[in-house]
């Protein structure tokens, strides 16, 4: 993030409500500290508002944060991460506007970097992961809206076997009819890799449903058994990804995990399908057929 | 995959000797040429022979804009309460769909039927067409409606649509994603797929619904609504059941006159085609085509298995066999392609499949081989339009 305001300048500003802040993480235009709240640890997230972005742009900024923020308050179930005691609030420090806000504190891990140590899962855990995506796009879906952001950054494996995982990050959740925030009809939100075909239509916002977030699902829990993305190759440009993911048919997981039950695979390919209509819309009978497998 | 009687016009004891031969698993009653009041006596007839038949309407619905022309040919239907003429634009008013879901319900509910059949418009061109919103919005609220009724029984939705519908593949993926995600779906969907006879030859194998990207889309409709959970009957499939069985179906229907072997709406319109009554045919699994009695056999003097070697067979040993005969003997041959090759998994359905139109087409060769080039051309182009279909298939359903 540009202009990371210093921790000694932000737990002054904090003084009284937050203690012993500590820097945790970045990106984009987010910041993560963790801090305590009344001896309660929580994430305190500090987003950047630029000053030289037009005000439409940071109108979208703020209505982003606002829109994470309203999302997280009706989704509340283990599944996602919860609010924390801070509400949001904007504040500047050296002239530089942020806005600030806390979430509940996550003892974990995210999958990205338990890729990067080459972790292979087992089934009881893939299970546990694919429960937990399949009831929060549940989740979503009875609120109208699509999460579009799903990823292995965005799920983190918790060391509580009652909370096994969490979903984070729906900055970028989409509420079906509601307005677009952003005026980019050609603006595509999410992580290439992870978006469903149906995003490359032209008409993606009139026809776009939960689906594509069951597909983003699909290849996070493929990705996570395997340790290899089921679409992109390493090295290669947007571009060979964008036809992949519109083209290339994944390799079935068996075939990279013939140690887990052919049932279990055929779920997660079907659920990679290209066509919405392919991937199984009945969340609640797919929950059903994944516990079966526990 | 079950087979049903399509039925229509001049039912005589077909059905009961079907269900005797155990080569149906059930019916689906025209509304056109099945009475109200006589379908508790049929029904109790089909019992008495098969107390697990499944026994449906097909309300047929679909002929709603037809009834007003002069040269209509609607049968019984105005007879039945739900019936009424509807122009396009009043269906456009979610009211009218609401209220014609209902008075058929009410009506069809009284009836010892298995299941309920829900009426619907005919899509003619395009899934992207105004009667495909109306359609669309029949399927949306059948549920809804039905379980206004408190009957317990299973609701199919029905889908009758033009086989031009599926041929652009982005309209029909659009409306395969729409169906599939409902809110309130129903259990199932009763599908009719309609396509013109091409010249005089009344055999589905000369129709255009073989076409390589129709069966392919009639196979994918099977397909996603399968996944999805609907149970999938289809309607005058006659040989394209078990293409649509290995994609999913749970049942296929044909009967005894062309018109109930391959659906069209031309059926509800007067013509001036003389009386004539059809030549009584042979169904060929070998072939997987209908042959007439001499053609039978002289052929199998030349290659014996175009004979199926089943029990309907020596109704054909003597001479032509009785015109009644001929669909006990087209079931059975259904029925026995059903069960050679639809299997549990897909993947081995359809190389089931593969194989089956590959002894066809040997056949078709060996035939010309001896001198019989039976219809060489037109054969060959079926053979490659059910071939293609398959792979087709295999490509949208990215199997």
Same mark, same amino acid.
């Given at each position: 993030m540009e202009y990371l305001p210093a921790l000694e300048q932000l737990q002054n500003l904090l003084k009284g409500k937050v203690d012993s802040l500590s820097y945790l993480d970045q990106g984009g235009f987010k910041a993560v500290y963790k801090g305590y709240v009344q001896e309660r640890p929580e994430a305190i997230k500090v987003v950047?508002?630029?000053?030289?972005?037009?005000?439409?742009?940071?109108?979208?900024?703020?209505?982003?944060?606002?829109?994470?923020?309203?999302?997280?308050?009706?989704?509340?179930?283990?599944?996602?991460?919860?609010?924390?005691?801070?509400?949001?609030?904007?504040?500047?420090?050296?002239?530089?506007?942020?806005? !600030?806000?806390?979430? =509940? +504190?996550?003892? @974990?891990?995210?999958?990205?970097? &338990?890729?990067? *140590?080459?972790?292979?899962?087992?089934?009881?855990?893939?299970?546990?992961?694919?429960?937990?995506?399949?009831?929060?796009?549940?989740?979503?879906?009875?609120?109208?809206?699509?999460?579009?952001?799903?990823?292995?950054?965005?799920?983190?494996?918790?060391?509580?076997?009652?909370?096994p995982f969490v979903i984070l990050d729906l900055g970028i959740a989409f509420k079906i009819h509601g307005t677009a925030l952003t005026r980019n009809s050609m603006f595509r939100p999410g992580t290439l890799p992870y978006m469903a075909p149906e995003m490359f239509n032209p008409r993606f916002r009139e026809n776009i449903d939960y689906r594509s977030d069951?597909?983003?699902?699909? !290849?996070?829990?493929? =990705? +996570?058994?395997? @340790?290899?993305?089921?679409?992109? &190759?390493?090295? *290669?440009?947007?571009?060979?990804?964008?036809?992949?993911?519109?083209?290339?048919?994944?390799?079935?997981?068996?075939?990279?995990?013939?140690?887990?039950?052919?049932?279990?695979?055929?779920?997660?390919?079907?659920?990679?399908?290209?066509?919405?209509?392919?991937?199984?819309?009945?969340?609640?009978?797919?929950?059903?057929?994944?516990?079966?497998?526990? | 995959m079950k087979l049903f009687a399509q039925h229509g016009y001049s039912p005589g004891d077909k059905i009961i000797n079907g269900f005797k031969d155990n080569t149906i698993d059930g019916v689906i009653f025209s509304a056109r040429y099945e009475k109200m009041e006589k379908i508790l006596g049929d029904a109790k007839d089909i019992n008495s022979v098969s107390a697990d038949a499944e026994i449906l309407l097909d309300p047929e619905f679909y002929t709603c804009f037809y009834a007003h022309q002069p040269d209509a040919k609607l049968g019984g239907l105005n007879e039945w309460p739900y019936f009424s003429t509807h122009r396009r634009g009043q269906l456009e008013s979610s009211e009218t769909v609401e209220k014609i879901l209902a008075d058929t319900f009410d009506t069809v509910v009284k009836l010892p039927l298995t299941s309920i059949i829900a009426p619907n418009i005919f899509i003619p061109r395009s899934f992207n067409s105004i009667e495909a919103v109306i359609a669309k919005n029949f399927i949306r609220k059948t549920q809804q409606l039905f379980k206004k009724t408190g009957d317990?029984?299973?609701?199919?939705?029905?889908?009758?649509?033009?086989?031009?519908?599926?041929?652009?593949?982005?309209?029909?993926?659009?409306?395969?994603?729409?169906?599939?995600?409902?809110?309130?779906?129903?259990?199932?969907?009763?599908?009719?797929?309609?396509?013109?006879?091409?010249?005089?030859?009344?055999?589905?194998?000369?129709?255009?619904?073989?076409?390589?990207?129709?069966?392919?889309?009639?196979?994918?409709?099977?397909?996603?609504?399968?996944?999805?959970?609907?149970?999938?009957?289809?309607g005058f499939s006659d040989i394209l059941t078990p293409f649509l069985g290995c994609a999913g179906g749970y049942a296929g229907a044909t009967g005894w006159w062309s018109n109930l072997r391959m659906f069209s709406m031309s059926r509800y319109i007067s013509t001036v085609s003389g009386g004539r009554l059809p030549t009584i045919r042979y169904l060929s699994n070998a072939l997987l085509n209908r042959i007439t009695h001499g053609e039978r056999r002289a052929f199998i003097k030349l290659i014996p298995e175009i004979n199926n070697g089943l029990p309907r067979d020596s109704d054909y040993e003597v001479g032509e066999p009785d015109r009644k005969v001929e669909v006990l003997q087209s079931w059975e041959a259904i029925s026995h392609l059903n069960i050679e090759n639809i299997v549990s998994d897909m993947g081995e359905s359809l190389q089931s499949l593969e194989k089956m139109v590959n002894r066809a087409e040997i056949t078709y060769t060996n035939l010309a081989g001896?001198?019989?080039?039976?219809?060489?051309?037109?054969?060959?182009?079926y053979m490659e339009a059910l071939m293609e279909s398959i792979q087709a298939f295999r490509r949208n359903a990215e199997i």
């Open positions: 950047y508002l630029p000053a030289d972005i037009d005000e439409e742009d940071r109108i979208e900024l703020i209505g982003r944060v606002k829109r994470e923020i309203e999302t997280l308050g009706k989704c509340k179930s283990p599944e996602f991460v919860q609010l924390g005691s801070l509400p949001p609030e904007s504040i500047n420090i050296n002239g530089i506007d942020y806005i !600030i806000y806390s979430e =509940e +504190y996550l003892d @974990g891990e995210n999958l990205r970097s &338990k890729l990067s *140590e080459n972790y292979k899962p087992d089934l009881s855990e893939l299970i546990q992961l694919t429960k937990t995506l399949l009831k929060a796009i549940k989740l979503l879906k009875e609120n109208d809206l699509i999460h579009r952001d799903i990823k292995p950054d965005n799920a983190i494996k918790l060391k509580s076997p009652k909370r069951m597909y983003s699902a699909g !290849i996070t829990v493929y =990705e +996570y058994a395997s @340790g290899v993305h089921p679409i992109r &190759k390493r090295g *290669e440009d947007a571009y060979t990804t964008m036809y992949r993911i519109l083209k290339t048919r994944p390799q079935p997981l068996s075939t990279l995990r013939p140690d887990l039950p052919s049932d279990f695979c055929k779920i997660i390919d079907q659920l990679v399908k290209k066509l919405p209509a392919l991937r199984p819309a009945s969340i609640q009978k797919l929950l059903k057929k994944v516990k079966e497998l526990s | 317990k029984r299973s609701v199919f939705a029905t889908l009758a649509i033009d086989r031009d519908t599926l041929l652009d593949q982005t309209e029909f993926e659009e409306f395969l994603n729409d169906i599939t995600a409902l809110d309130n779906p129903p259990d199932g969907f009763y599908i009719i797929v309609g396509g013109g006879i091409t010249d005089d030859q009344t055999e589905i194998s000369r129709s255009e619904i073989i076409h390589a990207d129709v069966i392919a889309g009639w196979m994918m409709l099977n397909y996603t609504l399968s996944i999805n959970g609907f149970k999938v009957i289809n001896y001198g019989l080039p039976f219809n060489r051309e037109a054969n060959r182009e």
